[in-house]
């Protein structure tokens, strides 16, 4: 995600013309904001920065950071299913949204979660849930949310 973040940024300030200060206030970031997110500084920015900026762009957050969303659905590629794995990711997601005490999520949005998340274990052939990921996928549900 990072380098194609970066890489997208890039290219749009070198075919504008703009200045990292000028990106910066037409997103209305905090000043050193996308600098750093270019110079490997800002490794995790928020999904919110990550929308700006996108907005900006005038891209998808897909396009932004190079991700097909086929790509991440375990609905539609051939996973080999794992009940324990499957089972720890529904697990984290419920248990975010108990302690966030957010009864108000729709059982399809906790579905897409969870398939995001598994999927992306899967691919990475991860052998337990990336808490940082994790963690990251679900605060952007509450931050979509404001």
């Given amino acids: 995600m990072q380098m194609n973040l970066k890489a997208k940024i890039q290219?749009?300030?070198?075919?504008?013309?703009?200045?990292?200060?000028?990106?910066e206030?037409?997103?209305?970031?905090?000043?050193?904001?996308?600098?750093?997110?270019?110079?490997g500084s800002s490794k995790n920015p928020s999904i919110t920065t990550v929308i700006k900026i996108a907005e900006a762009l005038n891209c998808s957050l897909d396009e932004l950071l190079d991700r097909a969303r086929t790509k991440h659905s375990a609905t539609d590629k051939d996973y080999e299913y794992n009940n324990v794995l499957f089972q720890e990711c529904c697990d984290f997601i419920t248990n975010y949204f108990s302690k966030n005490k957010n009864n108000k999520v729709k059982f399809a949005e906790v579905q897409r979660y969870v398939d995001e998340l598994y999927s992306y274990i899967m691919e990475n052939n991860i052998e337990?849930?990336?808490?940082?990921?994790?963690?990251?996928?679900?605060?952007s549900y509450f931050e979509e949310k404001k």
């Fill in 25 to 39: 206030r037409k997103v209305g970031l905090e000043r050193a904001a996308i600098y750093n997110i270019l110079r």
């Fill in 128 to 139: 337990s849930i990336d808490q940082r990921f994790a963690n990251w996928l679900l605060k």
């Fill in 11 to 23: 290219d749009y300030l070198d075919n504008t013309g703009a200045t990292v200060a000028s990106l």
